[in-house]
Structure formats: C-alpha cells, structure tokens
C-alpha cells in the first residue's frame, strides 16, 4: 500500500467515524500513523474513495439512512432559501454524509449581508461561521446555523452557509473529469433523492 493511500484510509476513518472536517483529518492521520507534519498529504479524490470504501464496509447498514436524512433536510433549506439561487456542497451532496457530518450551502448575493436579514426574517439566529475567501481571495460571509437533531440523530446539526458573489455561480454546475459535479441545485438533489428510493 502506497504511504499516499494509507494517509487517505486515516483519514477517511477520522471523517467517518469522528466527524472531523477533511484538513484536520488529513493532519491528523499524519500525527496517528507517526509522520513528519510536511509529509505530502493525499488529493480530496483519493480520501473521498477511501471515505466511500470505509462506509460501504463499516457503516452499511445506518450511513444510507442517515444520507438520506440529511439530505432531505438539506433540501428544505435551498428550499427556504431559493432567492440566493442556493448550492449544496460537500458530503450530503456526493453522497458520502453521515450523522456527524455538517450540512454546506453556497449562497448567491450582490448584498452579502442579504442572507443573514432574510435569516432573521424566518426567524433564525445565524452566527458567525469560520472566516474564508471565494476563488477571488475576497473575505467571504459564512453563517452558521445549529439545526435540532433529526429523526435518529443524537446532536444537532451544523448548517453553513457562505456568501458568494452571484459571479461565483457560473459554471458552478458543470462536472469533473469523471462526470461528477462538486455542488448542486434543488432540483439535482431532488432527483438524487427519487433515484435513492427506486428498486
């Protein structure tokens, strides 16, 4: 086994069963298996096919559930959210989501404070979220919202959003290499959501 492939699998197992967010995992394999901190870490692909192998072998009988919990509830949100033309992102939408995985909505605003007042209007309480910068180097806006555990889950869930310039959008949709896409609209996960319930 490549050293490349063996970061990748501790790390799939830390995102897995611990909930750790990717970077952190990655670091964090490193210090478990006893490497130097500048060891090269593995590309997001590798990691995410390890994350795939860990659950198909370890979680198989409660992660597609717990997906499916999440993304319904990652739907009524784009869904509370639609005039920020919202994008799912991340483990709920490549389908790798369990119940320790935060859910990640971009959102889409000339006025980058436009989101937050429309989240006071529905009568939720945003915090602010870890501090980023979009593909331009400019300070994003994130948000945080706690959500209450869902049916079959023991702690809330983290909701986060950031702010994007409605520029960022373009070509958000279009897919990799493999023909897979990295985000996606309501109604991409809607139809997710129908191909996960046929026989």
């Known amino acids: 086994m490549s050293l490349e492939l063996e970061i990748a699998q501790a790390s799939a197992r830390l995102i897995a069963e611990e909930g750790l967010p990717w970077g952190p995992a990655k670091q964090r394999a490193l210090r478990d298996l006893g490497l130097p901190p500048r060891t090269a870490l593995p590309g997001n692909e590798l990691v995410e096919e390890?994350?795939?192998?860990?659950?198909?072998?370890?979680?198989?009988?409660?992660?597609?559930?717990?997906?499916?919990?999440?993304?319904e509830l990652a739907l009524r949100w784009l869904e509370r959210l639609a005039e920020f033309e919202p994008l799912l992102v991340g483990a709920a939408w490549r389908g790798t989501a369990n119940r320790f995985s935060d859910l990640h909505?971009?959102?889409?605003?000339?006025?980058?404070?436009?989101?937050?007042?429309?989240?006071?209007?529905?009568?939720?309480?945003?915090?602010?979220?870890?501090?980023?910068?979009?593909?331009?180097?400019?300070?994003?806006q994130n948000l945080v919202i706690w959500l209450r555990p869902p049916p079959g889950?023991?702690?809330?869930?983290?909701?986060?959003?950031?702010?994007?310039?409605?520029?960022?959008?373009?070509?958000?949709?279009?897919?990799d290499a493999r023909g897979q896409t990295?985000?996606?609209?309501?109604?991409?996960?809607?139809?997710?959501l129908a191909e996960s319930e046929a026989p």
Do not use: M
Request: glycine residues 8%.
């Open 50 to 71: 390890a994350l795939r192998e860990h659950l198909s072998l370890f979680q198989a009988d409660t992660q597609p559930a717990e997906l499916r919990t999440l993304r």
């Open 105 to 140: 909505l971009e959102l889409f605003a000339d006025d980058p404070k436009a989101p937050e007042i429309a989240l006071l209007n529905l009568g939720e309480n945003p915090e602010p979220g870890p501090q980023g910068r979009d593909a331009r180097g400019q300070d994003l």
């Open 153 to 175: 889950f023991s702690q809330p869930v983290a909701l986060h959003l950031a702010v994007l310039d409605p520029r960022e959008r373009r070509g958000a949709l279009l897919p």
């Open 182 to 192: 990295w985000r996606g609209d309501a109604a991409g996960l809607r139809r997710r």
